[in-house]
């Protein structure tokens, strides 16, 4: 409490409520009366919290209903944080269902939100006067002031015999107006000329119905707003109300009951706030999200129907294969004496075109199925993966007698299935398109690249030209004649595939004859699971 020469000076009092308005409206209070400084505000318990500790002011008003942190989770630490701050509760619930729970905690009074600005004031300044923060001027706990304490009271620093009227003057940001207890006008700001639309002439002496929609004020919302009021202390609100013009508001409205010294109701102090560009953010955010919901109903329909076709593709097409390759097969065991050189020429191309027919549908299935599976990804660790490709391509190795070489590699967020798929397919190709007579080498590596992780799959190929490295991942694009180099043209677009449904990227660095880098981003796994 700082002296000022006259008792015990000025009350230093942090204003912790998540309203703005009712922080504008205490600040505005405390300053008038003369005996008061508003050293911090905060708009939830947290933050109050906070304030108080930096800054240990003689009072604390503290709301109870607030974001983060409410007030009966607060007082307990401002209690321990700062055991010389008195906490007064201003709130709008009820006292009895509140007043003994906060006192237990360690608060020093309970007022509801409507407390008349005297009382308030005068409450404050006797927690202070009598309670320990002022032994250090001579008095102690429980003793009441000299007689001359009330002399000591500076004069109120505005005639205005009323703080809304003083709140009008101050507050242009807001809609802010005056209502007599029957709910009529009896004078606004400039806020509320503004927001509203209505002239003071016409607008003085009419019901604040006049704002609402006919079909809520049909429903009687002004008058039970008012009611709510005039119990509470305070009531707030949020919906449509109606300019002059006849446009449509979206208002964030909070009423205050007003009572004279002797507790009579003489009115109330209406606060409104255009919320329409808030409002229409919302409903543009929630237009978003049930796009985002269609569309993701539409892509789970996709990856049905992808599944369906790997099905159909697995079974049905791999049917026919199997008939025509094996009567192929017969004929060349036991026809083959019967048959001339065309003939066997005949059947060995038969036999081939099997074979490649089921290599290109294995690979349309490996392509239908990558996201066909919507389920949230799993920690997969890469080199957990590597050492399967290795096992599973190790005739490959063998045969080209190839050096693969696997660096420290991570754990991604993905499913272990379209990992297999995508370094099985970047080994393979950079096994198979080598020139003759050159032993393979790859490398696989990564690091760490934001919040994910670059992996590099690094060959001594044949390389790719460069205005050939975008279309390497088209579906049945081959750079390469069937007969120099085996395979469907699929597997580099099961790699983008794989790769882009984690949000990724995969691009190549190549020349010809000087070898490929293939790169790829994936997810990291995060411990949250994401």
């Excluded at 709301?63 to 007064?88: F, H, K, N, Q, Y």
């Excluded at 790719?464 to 699929?490: N, S």
Aim: charged share 25%; aromatic share 4%; net charge negative.
């Amino acid at each position: 409490m700082a002296v000022n020469g006259t008792g015990c000076g000025r009350i230093r009092v942090v204003i912790v409520d998540d309203a703005q308005p009712l922080r504008a409206l205490l600040r505005s209070t405390l300053n008038r009366d003369g005996r008061f400084d508003v050293v911090g505000e905060a708009a939830d318990g947290r933050e109050g919290v906070q304030v108080v500790l930096s800054s240990v002011p003689d009072v604390v008003l503290l709301d109870l209903a607030m974001p983060v942190m409410d007030g009966l989770e607060a007082i307990p630490r401002i209690v321990a944080g700062s055991p010389g701050t008195r906490i007064v509760v201003l709130s709008g619930f009820e006292a009895r269902q509140v007043e003994e729970e906060v006192i237990e905690l360690g608060a020093a009074a309970y007022l509801p939100k409507g407390v008349r600005p005297g009382e308030l004031t005068e409450t404050l300044t006797r927690l202070c006067v009598t309670g320990p923060m002022c032994a250090a001027h001579g008095r102690r706990h429980g003793v009441p002031p000299p007689a001359d304490a009330a002399s000591a009271r500076p004069p109120p620093t505005t005639d205005a015999p009323d703080t809304c009227l003083h709140l009008v003057d101050v507050m242009e940001d807001y809609a802010i107006c005056t209502v007599d207890v029957g709910g009529r006008v009896v004078s606004w700001n400039r806020g509320a000329q503004r927001v509203k639309g209505y002239p003071d002439d016409e607008i003085m002496g009419s019901h604040i119905a006049r704002f609402y929609l006919p079909c809520d004020a049909a429903d009687g919302m002004p008058e039970s707003l008012l009611a709510r009021a005039a119990t509470a202390g305070s009531a707030a609100t949020e919906g449509w109300r109606i300019r002059h013009d006849g446009s449509r508001f979206w208002a964030d409205v909070v009423l205050m009951a007003l009572r004279d010294d002797a507790g009579a109701l003489t009115g109330y102090l209406e606060v409104t706030r255009d919320m329409t560009e808030r409002r229409n953010s919302v409903d543009t955010l929630e237009q978003m999200n049930r796009e985002l919901e269609q569309r993701t109903d539409q892509l789970v329909r996709s990856n049905g129907d992808l599944e369906q076709l790997a099905s159909v593709l697995s079974h049905d097409l791999n049917e026919p294969l199997r008939v025509v390759g094996g009567f192929a097969k017969l004929l060349a065991e036991d026809c083959d004496e019967r048959l001339d050189d065309t003939g066997r020429v005949y059947v060995r191309n038969i036999v081939q075109g099997v074979v490649r027919m089921r290599a290109l549908i294995e690979d349309l299935v490996a392509y239908a199925r990558v996201g066909a599976d919507t389920a949230a990804g799993e920690p997969v660790d890469c080199a957990e993966v590597m050492r399967a490709v290795g096992e599973a391509l190790s005739l490959s190795i063998d045969t080209a007698g190839a050096e693969l070489t696997v660096g420290e590699l991570p754990v991604v967020s993905g499913r272990w299935g379209d990992l297999f798929q995508l370094f099985q397919n970047l080994v393979a190709n950079a096994l198979k398109f080598v020139a003759a007579g050159v032993r393979p080498r790859v490398a696989v590596d990564a690091h760490a690249e934001g919040e994910g992780w670059h992996v590099t799959v690094t060959d001594n190929g044949i390389g790719i030209e460069p205005d050939k490295r975008e279309r390497a991942f088209r579906m049945f694009q081959r750079l390469h004649p069937v007969d120099a180099y085996a395979g469907t043209g699929i597997g580099l677009a099961i790699c983008q595939k794989v790769v882009q449904r984690g949000g990724g990227r995969i691009w190549i660095e190549s020349a010809p004859g000087g070898g490929s880098v293939v790169h790829l981003t994936l997810p990291a796994w995060m411990e949250d699971g994401r």
